[in-house]
């Protein structure tokens, strides 16, 4: 009991110390919550073809194939990745039944991509509206564990800013003129830029394995800077941290190939460990390639016996090559560099879901502000005499500066290999604990200078510090609801909606004798139904399966003999939804406006509902009633009255 008391204490105590990243966890838990539900499902870069290698991992238990036709590789698009982010996430959808473990998903043909002006890459399925159940539900619980793993960026960031907090606090960096040091605390100011950047969050909310990625370099990003160098310390203390190096190392290059840009930054933390003796040096970086190779060398291995190479780049670029950078153009240069940015901070969709741009200018302000605060801290140290506490060697800064180079310099070989996609802001998100530390220094610099007593200027910074929080969340709360829900435009219901609506419930399937098709399931009428007035007969369909054929809805309205006095012919929505692209389990409305003639006298009117292709010499669908008896190429749901 005493130690669980003991345990309890330690425990609280430790919140209490850390009581700002506990709170800064709690929002970006929260925020991913928010961009969770905001962005609908298929929603973000390769987000389905991830999804679909955790569904192929759960259902075949085994390693996909890829081939350079995609209509025969196992998981199109991003089956040359190494396993370790699906496999993470696996348990997910383990629950799900196999038939259900697959992602349906109708492609939307007014895409931008496509050459039309909408944002979403997809039509929004009735599946995707709550409750969700089956695989949207999945889809969703897949997403969380992408949320996990940023957390542990965030955690990862805070305690490696510390180390730098620490030797600021030691050396010249931090002296001010006056003896003062920095005012705003580094650690939670660079946990803040990485809880609160949009893009981030935005990631977070997906699933793809660039959050473990993420994950798995915060992680030896701060193990290498707390890995200090072996002077009178015991072996262990060394060859430990190297050992867990290396299996972090191995880990990252079982998520993602990129990984590779992490090993110089083991090579900074191996010679600064090994106090810059070369034996020692090597004999490290011996210990964590050998490990690394040793979790990870079976995967590559694989690739060099399947593919011919140790990366697949075969099938690689057969899949992802786009359009060419053209590196020698300084305006691809200056496009590239540009979107670089960009979507480092906030471009969502596909990247083709634009911020305003004053988004954009904000985060320059920020960035010109830290860069700013270098020059400030410049300024005060110029005259500063006293000794550097380490060599720019054992500098943290370097090894977050090598981190940050190597980001960059895989971003610019992917450019070359895969073409204008690369340029995208997540390729630098291994290096995103480095990059926010990099931030937080130059603006935590405008809390230095300031003569003591200064009650004014102290006011001033504390409302400097508020400011730079306040829009740093203020930006990441406002982003998903303000920018990315509106960009979606949902043409389906939920069942319960969708039933609830229609007036007349009625049962017609139409489909050919071996296909399951589309369902009507009820109608309503709006308007005024005098002759001469314009009513609108709003239909309520549900989709069994994929429909191959662009068929047009007609309604006819005909008198007890048999002879149409008004009728309607259109495709569903106003064609804004057709057919071909109602997803299984789909409910929609579809409008049906129809003019009753003027002359048309009062009485009971009959009202039919049929498919047919005009294109085809007016061929109609057959229609089933519910016990499955074929009932003709129409459906009589009803009477429309037409008072006098």
């Not at 991509?113 to 997809?122: H, Q, T, V, Y």
């Not at 931090?174 to 935005?202: D, E, I, S």
């Not at 990247?351 to 270098?374: I, N």
Request: charged residues 15%; contains cysteine; neutral net charge.
């Amino acid at each position: 009991m005493r130690l669980l008391q003991k345990g309890s204490l330690r425990f609280t105590l430790c919140i209490i110390a850390h009581l700002h990243l506990v709170v800064l966890l709690v929002c970006f838990l929260l925020l991913s919550i928010l961009y969770n539900l905001t962005v609908p499902l298929g929603e973000g870069p390769d987000e389905p073809g991830h999804m679909a290698y955790v569904f192929f991992l759960a259902r075949e238990g085994r390693l996909p194939v890829q081939t350079t036709d995609s209509h025969t590789s196992d998981v199109p698009g991003e089956g040359h990745q190494p396993p370790l982010a699906y496999l993470l996430a696996s348990p997910a959808v383990a629950w799900l039944p196999a038939a259900e473990q697959e992602v349906i998903l109708r492609a939307n043909p007014d895409f931008v991509w496509n050459g039309g002006n909408e944002s979403a890459a997809f039509v929004r399925s009735s599946r995707e509206h709550w409750p969700w159940q089956g695989a949207t539900l999945a889809w969703r619980l897949t997403r969380g564990v992408s949320a996990l793993l940023g957390a542990i960026v965030v955690i990862c960031t805070y305690f490696a800013a510390r180390h730098f907090e620490c030797l600021s606090r030691d050396s010249s960096l931090a002296k001010t003129a006056h003896g003062g040091t920095t005012q705003f605390p580094l650690a939670v100011l660079a946990a803040a830029l990485v809880a609160f950047n949009p893009q981030f969050l935005f990631t977070s909310a997906l699933v793809t394995n660039d959050m473990l990625l993420a994950a798995l370099s915060a992680g030896l990003f701060w193990l290498c800077v707390a890995w200090q160098p072996d002077v009178g310390r015991g072996q262990q203390r060394v060859l430990v941290p190297c050992f867990v190096a290396g299996v972090l190392l191995g880990l990252a290059l079982l998520t993602k190939q990129s990984a590779l840009l992490l090993a110089p930054l083991l090579l900074w933390a191996s010679w600064r460990a090994g106090d810059g003796q070369w034996t020692q040096v090597v004999r490290l970086a011996a210990i964590w390639s050998t490990t690394a190779a040793l979790i990870a060398g079976w995967w590559y291995l694989r690739n060099w016996r399947l593919y011919g190479d140790p990366f697949g780049l075969q099938v690689f670029r057969a899949e992802f090559t786009t359009q060419a950078f053209e590196w020698y153009n300084l305006a691809a240069w200056r496009g590239g560099l540009v979107q670089l940015y960009e979507s480092f901070w906030a471009r969502f969709g596909w990247m083709s879901l634009h911020p305003p741009e004053l988004t954009s200018w904000a985060y320059a302000v920020l960035g010109l502000l830290a860069l700013f605060g270098y020059v400030w801290l410049g300024i005060l140290t110029w005259s500063d005499s006293q000794p550097k506490r380490a060599s720019i060697i054992a500098s943290l800064w370097l090894g977050a500066f090598v981190l940050i180079v190597m980001a960059c310099a895989w971003t610019v070989s992917f450019a070359l290999t895969a073409g204008l996609v690369a340029w995208q802001g997540r390729m630098l998100f291994p290096a995103l604990p480095a990059i926010a530390i990099f931030l937080a220094r130059g603006l935590a610099a405008w809390g230095n200078g300031a003569p003591q007593p200064a009650t004014g200027y102290q006011r001033v910074k504390r409302i400097f510090s508020s400011l730079a929080f306040g829009v740093l969340l203020g930006l990441a709360f406002y982003l998903p609801l303000g920018v990315i829900a509106p960009a979606y435009e949902w043409r389906t219901l939920p069942p319960t909606v969708a039933q609830a609506q229609m007036e007349t419930p009625v049962y017609a399937r139409y489909a050919q004798s071996w296909e399951r098709g589309a369902e009507l399931r009820g109608w309503r009428v709006e308007g005024d139904r005098r002759a001469g007035e314009t009513v609108t007969i709003t239909l309520t369909w549900r989709s069994l399966e994929p429909i191959p054929y662009d068929w047009t809805v007609f309604l006819h309205l005909v008198d007890n003999e048999e002879r149409i006095v008004a009728q309607d012919n259109r495709k569903p929505q106003h064609g804004k939804l057709p057919m071909p692209q109602w997803t299984p389990g789909d409910w929609l409305e579809d409008p049906h406006p129809m003019l009753l003639p003027p002359e048309l006298p009062p009485g009971s009117y009959t009202l039919r509902v049929g498919l047919y292709l005009p294109e085809d010499r007016g061929r109609r669908q057959g229609v089933w009633a519910e016990n499955g008896v074929l009932i003709g190429d129409y459906a009589s749901v009803g009477t429309l009255v037409v008072p006098e």
